[in-house]
């Protein structure tokens, strides 16, 4: 009886220890509509990771990005040349959305007249293809999981470091990464928690106007800012129980 009363009281112990070092993560930087920008000191260079999903979630992640970049008000735009180093994650086989990032990093250099060299793009297996059977669905996004982790560390012992900010729309894919940077943080590899690395930014697809997207409902709850393209959906009751949610207008 005492060796049970022990067990149950170690396992609340860490239960109790492990949630709260999960508040402490997502908390600090679970507040809305609050100015923020990725902690770095003074002239370091930068690491924005960009996850790009096939079809539509791609379209619309390269026309918020083509809007924000040219945007003529300084709150609104993305500087891009605060970001030397870029990251773009596409599933496996989609070799539409990397030769799209390829030809958007191209035109950005173009006009900046600078160079793409510090722009890479990394692949990693869709976490579930198109038709596949539900129940295989957990093995492939646990692998599609594990080479997410490798994405993010695999840089972390070199100048480019962990990404400062990681940027995405909704694919499945982006939920399965963030998740993976998640865990990292939590873990602090790498010093990853403390540095203030892998700041997340999550926009809900223009598409979703009255309701949000699976991939919305869960990431509300672990993103620093989520941003949704319909104020209605600021109402909706995950947007509320969260406490997060920001309406900027329309982005794409």
């Not at 180093?85 to 600078?114: C, H, M, N, P, Y």
Request: aromatic share 8%; net charge positive.
């Amino acid at each position: 009886m005492a060796i049970l009363l022990l067990a149950i009281l170690l396992t609340l112990t860490i239960t109790s220890l492990a949630a709260y070092r999960l508040y402490t993560i997502l908390q600090p930087r679970s507040k809305p509509n609050k100015q923020w920008s990725p902690q770095r000191k003074r002239g370091e260079r930068t690491h924005l990771l960009i996850v790009l999903g096939s079809g539509g979630h791609t379209a619309e992640m390269l026309s918020m990005l083509s809007r924000a970049t040219s945007e003529t008000t300084p709150s609104h735009r993305l500087n891009w040349s605060d970001y030397q180093f870029r990251t773009w994650v596409v599933g496996a086989g989609d070799s539409i959305s990397a030769q799209r990032a390829k030809d958007f990093e191209t035109s950005l250099a173009v006009k900046a007249k600078t160079e793409t060299a510090g722009a890479v793009i990394s692949t990693v297996p869709r976490a579930r293809k198109i038709h596949q059977p539900i129940l295989t669905a957990p093995l492939s996004s646990l692998r599609c999981m594990l080479a997410c982790c490798v994405v993010l560390f695999q840089h972390s012992r070199t100048e480019r470091g962990f990404p400062d900010l990681i940027l995405c729309n909704g694919p499945a894919t982006a939920t399965i990464l963030i998740f993976a940077s998640l865990l990292l943080r939590f873990l602090d590899v790498g010093g990853c928690q403390r540095e203030g690395k892998m700041r997340t930014v999550y926009v809900e697809s223009w598409a979703r106007v009255k309701r949000l997207s699976l991939s919305g409902r869960l990431l509300v709850w672990v993103v620093d800012r989520f941003l949704v393209q319909w104020p209605q959906l600021l109402e909706e009751g995950v947007c509320k129980a969260a406490g997060k949610g920001e309406y900027l207008g329309v982005l794409v």
